[in-house]
Nanobody
Framework: QARLVESGGGLVQPGGSLRLSCDTS????????MGWYRQAPGKQRELVAG???????YYVDSVKGRFTISSDNALNTWYLQLNDLNPEDTAVYYC?????????WGQGTQVTVSS
């Protein structure tokens, strides 16, 4: 069964923080290493962060030092801590398998950075 539930987004001022969650419990996604992707208005979806089977994290250059990916295996939940947000981070954030996402996508969670 494919199921992804992203949450934690919201409206935040520049410099603010959010923590996104991705619930994969009861889903085939609980078997995979996961990543976070985002899609800004008028742009293609891009990979933001992920962790491989060896536990090595990957971050796109634009978020290095600001975002942190983590997981709670007992809860089958993945997290993305977003710090020092700026307006360019405004997007819908999704989780999916990393490094190759599956065709199924959840509803995502909207992050809006604005003063």
């Amino acid at each position: 069964q494919a199921r992804l539930v992203e949450s934690g987004g919201g409206l935040v001022q520049p410099g603010g923080s959010l923590r996104l969650s991705c619930d994969t419990s009861g889903s085939i996604f609980s078997l995979y290493t996961m990543g976070w992707y985002r899609q800004a208005p008028g742009k293609q979806r891009e990979l933001v962060a992920g962790i491989n089977n060896g536990g090595t994290p990957y971050y796109v250059d634009s978020v290095k030092g600001r975002f942190t990916i983590s997981s709670d295996n007992a809860l089958n939940t993945w997290y993305l801590q977003l710090n020092d947000l700026n307006p360019e981070d405004t997007a819908v954030y999704y989780c999916n398998r990393y490094p190759t996402p599956l065709s199924f996508w959840g509803q995502g969670t909207q992050v809006t950075v604005s003063s």
